[in-house]
């Protein structure tokens, strides 16, 4: 089945810092790579996408880059800010239909002014 | 549109008993899946409902069940607690099953097992 590796957290950056969040994946067949967002108290949203091999998913400033040959998406941004506080998933999901979607543990990210 | 709903959205129970938790979907959303969340083993996958039917399941005890209506809501019943059961539970809607189709999630239900 699938599975993903995440960098362990917490991760406390200062405002205006760059950001970046490792994940690789081990899937089958040929995945789309998703990062979620979990702030404080509320489920998860989705935060960016991408769906084949050098797409390169953003939202919010936030941008990751399928690489098909590291088997990895990483999770970046220029200038965190503190309402960027939160934990973030990344999940592979195989695009054969009877597969879920895998999450990572989390990152936890804190960001102080 | 109204977003994913969770029933109740805070639980207590003891250990032993059973327990019965809800999740509406976004209109016309037909697929719904449910997660467990845990400090230690972080979000599981429990199981998928498209059309009524259980389309996935993961590796969770016979305990752990489900459902789905026939206007998509969901329920999902755990019986025999144990204190391990203690975890947030998140529900999931989507348009359809098979192909991805974006989940959008619910609040959760906090469930604390005594």
């Known amino acids: 089945g699938n599975s993903v590796t995440q960098m362990e957290g917490p991760v406390t950056l200062s405002e205006e810092a760059f950001l970046t969040i490792n994940c690789t994946y081990t899937?089958?067949?040929?995945?789309?790579l998703f990062w979620y967002v979990q702030y404080p108290g509320e489920g998860l949203q989705l935060l960016l996408k991408?769906?084949?091999?050098?797409d390169k998913g953003s939202n919010k400033g936030f941008e990751a880059t399928y690489r098909k040959e590291t088997t990895s998406f990483h999770l970046e941004k220029g200038s965190v800010q503190v309402s960027d506080s939160a934990v973030y998933f990344c999940a592979p999901k195989s695009n054969s239909g009877n597969t879920p979607l895998v999450f990572g543990k989390g990152t936890r990210l804190s960001v102080i002014a | 549109k109204a977003g994913v709903t969770q029933t109740p959205r805070y639980l207590i129970k003891t250990r032993g008993q059973q327990v019965t938790l809800s999740c509406s979907p976004i209109?016309?959303?037909?697929?719904v899946s449910w997660y467990q969340q845990t400090p230690g083993q972080g979000l599981q996958f429990l199981f998928e409902?498209?059309?009524?039917?259980?389309?996935n399941k993961g590796n969770f005890p016979g305990r752990f069940s489900g459902r789905q209506f026939s206007n998509s809501r969901s329920e999902m019943n755990v019986s025999t607690l144990e204190l391990g059961d203690s975890a947030l539970y998140l529900c999931?809607?989507?348009?359809?099953?098979?192909?991805?189709?974006?989940?959008?999630f619910g609040p959760g239900t906090r469930l604390t097992v005594l």
């Open positions: 999931a809607s989507s348009l359809g099953w098979g192909t991805y189709n974006e989940q959008f």
């Open positions: 209109s016309g959303h037909r697929s």
């Open positions: 409902y498209f059309s009524e039917t259980q389309r």
């Open positions: 991408a769906t084949k091999a050098d």
């Open positions: 899937a089958t067949g040929y995945p789309s």
